[in-house]
């Protein structure tokens, strides 16, 4: 009988196991051994050991690339995370029949292709037909170069991604603040707490996991960030906003150096896999889990 049953589990496993094995872990293992080689597609696998590994301390472009990834991913964390919490606690505040009508206004952009409002937000960041420097200019004031200077595309590539992306961040915050008991606020409202002492001691310690999930996750995919620098700016001005993503891209699609990008690539799983370790054991100091 249980060499029956375990048979049966391992034949309804079979279609996921394949699937992980093909799709995952083959990639994986096949990363890890082109990183480790000299390789460009036509030519068989050339070994060279750790060298893609060692190019990784001392080519400064890739370090630059880096640094840029830190400061766009910063930015945006720290800009998604707040807006969509001040966009979460407004809805919140409307009647139930507005807010199925606000949820649908601020998640769709969300839904909508980057590559096509990336078309209409390159536009709207021309330096001489956008819309922003229009009305600058009627302001009196003078053009500015929001994706062609340094010191603006970091703003504009967090700006555009607000606008695309926040509505994640916005949804996850609404569930979180459904999800707190009402007698709370009743108890604190009988105690004759106010709107800030209420938002301070109840709303927000008992959104922390929420916060958690969603500071994590936009870690996650700001630090793999590649549609907003690809679609508006395709890096430049420069290597102002290249992102490692978009250099690993280029890397592998455009110089054909595929060892280097799998070693690229091997580099970010582990930075990451890092941040993800530190941000883990972290929130045991400021998320709380108990609603009683």
Request: glycine share 6%.
């Amino acid at each position: 009988m249980k060499r029956h049953n375990g048979r049966d589990a391992a034949l309804f496993l079979a279609p996921t196991a394949v699937t992980y094995a093909v799709f995952l872990y083959i990639p994986i293992v096949s990363c890890f051994v082109i990183a480790m080689s000299d390789y460009d597609i036509l030519s068989p696998l050339n070994f060279i050991g750790f060298s893609n590994f060692k190019r990784l301390f001392t080519y400064d472009r890739t370090l630059s690339t880096y640094l840029t990834t830190f400061k766009l991913a910063g930015m945006v964390v720290i800009l998604h995370t707040i807006i969509g919490l001040m966009m979460a606690l407004i809805v919140r505040h409307f009647h139930r029949r507005f807010q199925s009508v606000l949820r649908s206004i601020y998640y769709l952009p969300s839904i909508l292709t980057t590559a096509s409002v990336a078309i209409a937000w390159r536009y709207i960041f021309h330096s001489d037909l956008g819309i922003l420097n229009y009305f600058l200019r009627q302001l009196g004031l003078s053009n500015i170069p929001w994706l062609l200077d340094p010191q603006w595309v970091y703003g504009s590539i967090a700006v555009f991604s607000v606008w695309k992306f926040v509505g994640g961040a916005f949804l996850y915050y609404l569930i979180g603040l459904e999800t707190i008991p009402e007698s709370l606020y009743e108890a604190a409202k009988i105690d004759g707490a106010g709107s800030v002492s209420t938002f301070r001691h109840i709303t927000l310690p008992m959104l922390t996991p929420t916060i958690f999930f969603v500071v994590l996750n936009l870690c996650i995919g700001a630090t793999q960030m590649f549609d907003e620098p690809f679609f508006l700016t395709g890096g430049g001005p420069g290597d102002a906003s290249r992102t490692v993503n978009l250099f690993l891209y280029e890397v592998a699609y455009k110089e054909f150096n595929f060892g280097y990008a799998s070693a690229i690539a091997i580099s970010l799983f582990f930075v990451l896999a890092i941040f993800t370790i530190v941000q883990v054991k972290a929130s045991n100091k400021w998320v709380t889990y108990d609603r009683a």
